[in-house]
C-alpha cells in the first residue's frame, strides 16, 4: 500500500515507554498532523521512524510503502525517501549548504555517477530564491550561527531538494516569526501532491491555518487517541488537551 | 566548488611494488663510517662533504634519542637492520623514456607523469636513495633557476649552495639530522634568481621501494631576493611487514622579500617512520609559508620551523594531520621571532581515527628585545571515537611589551546527533564522517593549490571508509 502504515509500535529510550502500541496511517498524496502536549511522544515517533539509534523499538511494525522501516540504518530509511524536517536542525561546521545538500544528493546517486554542478546549483538557487534565502547562504556552514528561523528554512530547502516520498515536519513552526511562518508554510504546500505524504507535528494550531491538514491525529501517552478532521485542531486550540485527558480517563 | 579531478591517489594506490633485484649501488645493511665513505665515494664527492658526512655520523653516533618528551615508539627503530643506500644508477633521466622500466611503471602508476603535464613546471622523482627522473621547463632554466639534487648542487653550482648547506638546521640539531647529514641522498637543490617568480609549482615526488630501508633525502631551496617559488613533495611507500625509516632535512632561505610555499602531502604506509627536520631562514620582509599534510606512516615526528631573521619578515605553517589506528602524528610548528614586526601563524588541526593519536607540539619564541611581533596560534583537534587520542603540548615564550600572541585550542567529537542528522540526509556513516571531516579542515583545504586539494580530500574519504562500524 502507498502509505506510511505504523502497527502496534512500542518504543522506549532509557528503560522509559514512550510509544505504547501506537498505530497510524499517512496515505500517500494526504498531508496528516499529529498534535499532543509535552511529552506525548510526537518527537520520539518521528525519531522512531528515521531509525534514530537511541530508542528500543520493543514491538509493533512501521513500513513505508509495505518496507519495513524498523531495523534499517537512518541512511537507508533516508534514502527510501524519508525525510525529517529537525525541530533543532544541527549544525555541520565547515560543511557549506552547498556542499551538504550535494552529498546528499550524491549519496542518493549509482556508483560512478555524479551529481551534474550545472543543474545542480540553477535548483538550488531556485529553491533558495522560492524559500527568500539569500545565495550568499550557500557558502555558508550548515546552521551555524543560523537564526532560527534560517534554520528552518534550510531544513525545507534540503526537503525540497531531496525529493523524499514523505515528510515528516517536527515542531517546524517553533521559533518561527509570522512572516517566516508564511514563508516555511508556502515552502511545504508547494511540494504537496498526490505522490507524496507529509506530516506536520506541531503543538499549535497555528501552523495549520497555513498547511491544511486532511487529518489531525491527537497523540497522548505514546498513542493516537482522537483522529478527526482539521476542525479538531481547532477544537484543541480553544479547549485544550485537558478534556481529552479526561475521556481517557474516563473510559 | 571543487572541479573534478583526473589525480587520484588513495590510501591504497602506494601499496604495490615491483620487485627490484638489480641495485647497482647498495651499501649493505647496517650504519658504519664505511657505510657514509661508500655513499660519498660513489658520488664522487669533494672531501669536504665527505667530512662533513663524517663528522654528522660521529654526532649521530654520541647523541641520544630524543626521551623526556618523545613517545617511546622510537626505541624500537633498529638502525641495524636499515639499508641506507640504494640506487639503480647515479644521474636522473631527463625524459620520462629514458627512466628504467619498473622505475617508470611505478610512478606512472602514481600518476607523477600525467601531473607534470597538467601543472607543474619541474618534477623530480625519487626512487629509494637517489632520482629517477629530474626535468624543469626551459624557459626556467633560461631564467636561471637551478632545480637538482644536492650531488649536482654541490658539485656544480657550490658558490650558491654551500653558503647555507646546513646553516639553517646544523647537523647536531638533533639526532635525526644528524643521521641525514651524515647519509643524505636525493631530494631536492633550488636556486630561484632575484626577482624570478615560479607561476606553477616544481614537485618532488618520493618513493621509497626497498624494504629494510632508509629514505634520506636533503632538500635546500633558496629564494633570493624578490623571488617567489612553491614546492610540492609527496611521498608513499609499500606496505611491508617490516618498519621502513624516512628522515629527511630541508632547509629554506627566503632572503630580502621573497616568498617559498612548501607543500607536503605525505600519504606513508602504516610502517613507516617518518622523522623529519624542517626549517626556514626568512630575511627581511620575506614570506615562508609550511603547508603540511601527514596522512599514513606510524610515527611522525615533524614540526616545521622559520626563523624570522629580517624585519617585518613572515612565517606561517598550516598543518593537517590524520592519525588512524596504528598511527601517531607528532606534529606541529616552530617559530623563533628574531627581528623587530615579525609574524607568524600556525593554524593546526588534527583527526583522531579509531585508536589513532595525534599530539600537537608549538614551539614560538619573541624576545624581549623585540619590538611589534605578532604571533597567532590556532590548533583544533577532532576525535572521531572513543579511543582517539590527542594531546597538545605549545611552548610559548613571549617577553617585551610591545609584541602579542594569540593562542587558541580546541578539542571536539563528532556527536551522535550530529551523524544521525547527515544520515538522515542520506549519507550512510562512513560518509557522514568523511563529510564532517572534510568540514573540519576545509578551511585550511582552501588555502592549497585545487590539484591538492582534491587529492587531499579524496585521502581523507579513505581513510574515513572503514574507520566506523
Known amino acids: 500500500m502507498n502509505s506510511i502504515q505504523i502497527d502496534n509500535l512500542s518504543a522506549k529510550i532509557d528503560g ?236 | 566548488m571543487i572541479k573534478p579531478s583526473n589525480i587520484e591517489i588513495d590510501r591504497e594506490k602506494g601499496n604495490f611494488h615491483y620487485p627490484t633485484s638489480k641495485y647497482a649501488f647498495d651499501a649493505g645493511i647496517g650504519l658504519s663510517e664505511d657505510v657514509v665513505k661508500y655513499i660519498s665515494d660513489v658520488k664522487k664527492e669533494d672531501d669536504w662533504i665527505l667530512d662533513f658526512r663524517l663528522k654528522a655520523h660521529s654526532i649521530f653516533e654520541k647523541k641520544p634519542m630524543p626521551t623526556h618528551w618523545a613517545t617511546k615508539d622510537l626505541e624500537n627503530i633498529d638502525f641495524d637492520v636499515i639499508r641506507y643506500y640504494l640506487a639503480q644508477g647515479q644521474k636522473p633521466s631527463r625524459t620520462w623514456e629514458e627512466v628504467p622500466d619498473d622505475i617508470k611503471n611505478t610512478f606512472e602508476r602514481l600518476g607523477i607523469p600525467e601531473q607534470e603535464r597538467k601543472f607543474l613546471a619541474g618534477v623530480e622523482a625519487q626512487f629509494d636513495s637517489e632520482a629517477a627522473y629530474s626535468h624543469m621547463k626551459e624557459d626556467l632554466e633560461k631564467q636561471g633557476v637551478i632545480f637538482v639534487g644536492p650531488t649536482e648542487g654541490l658539485r656544480d653550482h657550490p658558490e650558491i649552495f654551500k653558503k647555507w648547506f646546513g646553516k639553517v638546521i646544523p647537523s647536531s640539531d638533533n639526532k635525526f639530522s644528524a643521521l641525514n647529514s651524515a647519509v643524505f641522498s636525493g631530494g631536492s637543490f633550488i636556486y630561484v634568481p632575484p626577482g624570478v617568480k615560479l607561476a606553477q609549482p616544481l614537485q618532488a615526488y618520493f618513493r621509497i621501494n626497498a624494504e629494510n630501508f632508509g629514505q634520506f633525502e636533503r632538500t635546500l631551496i633558496i629564494a633570493d631576493e624578490g623571488a617567489e617559488i612553491t614546492y610540492m613533495e609527496g611521498c608513499t611507500a609499500p606496505k611491508f611487514e617490516t618498519s621502513t625509516l624516512h628522515s629527511a632535512v630541508v632547509e629554506l632561505v627566503a632572503l630580502k622579500g621573497a616568498k617559498i610555499q612548501y607543500i607536503t602531502v605525505q600519504n606513508w604506509s602504516n610502517n613507516v617512520y617518518n622523522l623529519v627536520t624542517k626549517r626556514a631562514m626568512a630575511d627581511e620582509e620575506a614570506e615562508v609559508r609550511w603547508i603540511d599534510c601527514n596522512i599514513g606512516s606510524r610515527l611522525t615526528m615533524k614540526y616545521p620551523g622559520v626563523v624570522l631573521k629580517g624585519r617585518k619578515a613572515r612565517g606561517e605553517v598550516l598543518s593537517i594531520a590524520l592519525a588512524n589506528d596504528g598511527q601517531h602524528q607528532d606534529t606541529g610548528a616552530k617559530m623563533v621571532h628574531a627581528a623587530n614586526e615579525t609574524s607568524s601563524n600556525v593554524i593546526a588541526k588534527s583527526v583522531s581515527i579509531g585508536e589513532g593519536r595525534s599530539s600537537y607540539r608549538g614551539l614560538v619564541q619573541i624576545p624581549g628585545h623585540l619590538k611589534h611581533c605578532r604571533n597567532n596560534t590556532e590548533c583544533d583537534a577532532l576525535l572521531i571515537n572513543s579511543e582517539s587520542q590527542t594531546d597538545t603540548y605549545p611552548a610559548i615564550t613571549i617577553k617585551g611589551d610591545d609584541n602579542s600572541v594569540q593562542h587558541e585550542a580546541s578539542v571536539s567529537k563528532v556527536s551522535e546527533e550530529q551523524i544521525f542528522y547527515m544520515q538522515q540526509r542520506g549519507l550512510n556513516e562512513a560518509e557522514a564522517m568523511s563529510l564532517y571531516v572534510n568540514g573540519f579542515v576545509n578551511d585550511l583545504i582552501r588555502e592549497f593549490p585545487m590539484e591538492y586539494s582534491v587529492e587531499l580530500k579524496r585521502l581523507i574519504d579513505l581513510e574515513m571508509e572503514g574507520s566506523v562500524g
Open chain 1, 16 to 251: 522509559n515507554n514512550i510509544l505504547n502500541n501506537l498505530n497510524f496511517t499517512l496515505p500517500k498524496g494526504e498531508v496528516h498532523a499529529i498534535m499532543g502536549p509535552n511529552g506525548s511522544g510526537k518527537s520520539t515517533l518521528s525519531k522512531v521512524l528515521s531509525g534514530h539509534p537511541d530508542y528500543d523499538v520493543t514491538n509493533g511494525s512501521a513500513k513505508m510503502d509495505d518496507v519495513e522501516l524498523l531495523g534499517l540504518s537512518p541512511d537507508e530509511i533516508a534514502r527510501l525517501g524519508l525525510f525529517l524536517a529537525f525541530q533543532y536542525p544541527i549544525e555541520v561546521p565547515g560543511v557549506s549548504i552547498a556542499n551538504f545538500i550535494r552529498a546528499a544528493l550524491q549519496a542518493r546517486m549509482e556508483e560512478g555517477q555524479n551529481v551534474k554542478a550545472v543543474d545542480y546549483y540553477k535548483e538550488l538557487y531556485l529553491k533558495m530564491d522560492e524559500l527568500g534565502i539569500d545565495k550568499s547562504f550557500t557558502s555558508r556552514s550548515m546552521n551555524e550561527g543560523f537564526s532560527g528561523g534560517e534554520k528552518k528554512r534550510c531544513e525545507i530547502l534540503q526537503m525540497s531538494m531531496l525529493n523524499p516520498k514523505y515528510c515528516i515536519l517536527d515542531e517546524t513552526d517553533s521559533g518561527l516569526d509570522i512572516d517566516a511562518l508564511r514563508v516555511v508554510s508556502e515552502g511545504v504546500n508547494r511540494m504537496k501532491n498526490s505522490e507524496r505524504g507529509i506530516l506536520v507535528i506541531t503543538h499549535y494550531q497555528r501552523l495549520l491555518d497555513y498547511i491544511v491538514p486532511d487529518k489531525v491525529h491527537v497523540m497522548w501517552e505514546g498513542q493516537i487517541v482522537r483522529s478527526g478532521s482539521k476542525e479538531l485542531a481547532l477544537e484543541l486550540e480553544e479547549r485544550g488537551y485537558d478534556w481529552i485527558k479526561e475521556e481517557i480517563a474516563a473510559a
